[in-house]
């Protein structure tokens, strides 16, 4: 991979039917982990305590500028489920293998984001085609209004739904024009050439916060690309995944474990409706979970290029007495000495 600007985050899931990694909760203090790095795909275009002045606070992100950046994206939320507003920078402390790293910059809730679809349009997914796109346009008039969108569909190949002229877009109906006249539902499912893809696509977009999102039985019988490539391209990025299992119990190549490990991987959730109905439902609720994370970032101050597993630890400090809960991730990869920085 090149790159060592990682992103890392893990953890909690959500009631409903789907499934999640585990969810800690402490009553005042909670530890979570998280990592960075970007990815080198070469597939297809493919953050409650006293508020601080603004003088205090670290300054935006940067993400570019610096190579060694860390970047940690966080959700928390309180005993009910609830999201918590309003938290400063003070409020965090990272710790990179137990030492105190500084923070060099903080970001409260709703930044926008560069967000791809990365769509099941393989035979099995024809009768569910329409619902799939309504849902898909759903989650784009939720979405911040300045978030980069695209869309990947997948069967045999990977292609994208927008033309290359106007590769992103934050208006709903541009995007069901798109996915309409796109998709075609027929063919096998190359589920891990189109993470590669949208790895590789999402990377070009201009917002520091990237995700993916993929609807999906979690089967691949297509793909070029390995299970376990992917597995190493999504520990190495700095995408957050979600993903969204839309199972057929009588289909024995679905795998939603697939997808649950790539989304506890790299700090997003994994959902398993029930039913094709519920997707739109489930897709809303990922465009309000992304729209309140807090992103915090620092640049470590082991900067070895070893290539190992960086461990990182992140205390949020709440309200006395109010208990919280965090999703994160637990570390991330270091890039190599070899290992050349993303712009």
């Known amino acids: 991979m090149s790159a060592f600007l990682s992103i890392r985050v893990k953890e909690p899931s ?3 039917p789907r ?3 585990t969810l800690f909760s402490i009553a005042a203090t909670i530890v979570a982990v998280l990592c960075v790095q970007p990815a080198n ?3 297809q275009t493919a953050s409650t305590e006293a508020s ?3 003088e205090q606070q670290p300054q935006s992100p940067s993400f570019k500028s610096q190579s060694d950046l860390v970047v940690l994206n966080l959700t928390i939320k309180d005993k009910k489920g609830g999201y918590i507003p309003n938290l400063t920078a003070d409020a965090f402390a990272v710790f990179e293998n137990k030492q105190a790293q500084p923070i060099s910059f903080f970001v409260s809730e709703d930044a926008p984001v560069t967000v791809g679809l990365l769509l099941d349009s393989s035979g099995s997914m024809a009768a569910n085609r329409e619902l799939l796109i309504t849902a898909a346009t759903s989650f784009a008039a939720t979405s911040n209004p300045e978030d980069e969108i695209f869309a990947l569909a997948f069967n045999d190949t990977v292609s994208s739904v927008l033309p290359e002229s106007a ?3 934050a208006d709903p109906d541009t995007l069901r024009r798109a996915m309409t006249a796109a998709i075609v539902t027929r063919g096998r499912t190359a589920l891990y050439d189109a993470l590669a893809a949208g790895l590789g696509y999402v ?4 917002r520091e916060r990237k995700i993916l999102i993929v609807v999906s039985d979690g089967g691949d019988n297509a793909s070029q690309t390995r299970a376990e490539e992917i597995w190493k391209q999504t520990q190495a990025s700095n995408v957050v995944v979600y993903t969204v299992a839309l199972v057929d119990e009588t289909e024995r190549e679905s795998n939603p474990k697939a997808l649950r490990r790539i989304a506890d991987a790299t700090g997003g959730e994994a959902f398993r409706p029930h039913t094709i109905h519920e997707v739109a439902d489930v897709l809303r609720r990922i465009a309000t979970d992304i729209r309140h994370a807090y992103t915090i970032g620092y640049v470590p101050d082991n900067t070895a290029r070893d290539g190992a597993f960086h461990n990182v630890r992140v205390v949020v400090r709440a309200a006395e007495g109010r208990g919280i809960t965090v999703r994160t991730r637990t570390g991330y990869v270091a890039a190599t000495s070899t290992s050349r920085s993303k712009p």
């Open 41 to 43: 795909l070469a597939q």
């Open 203 to 206: 990377a070009r977009g201009t």
């Open 52 to 54: 601080s002045t603004d």
């Open 167 to 169: 590769p992103f877009t």
């Open 19 to 21: 499934a999640m990694p």
């Open 14 to 16: 959500m009631p409903g």
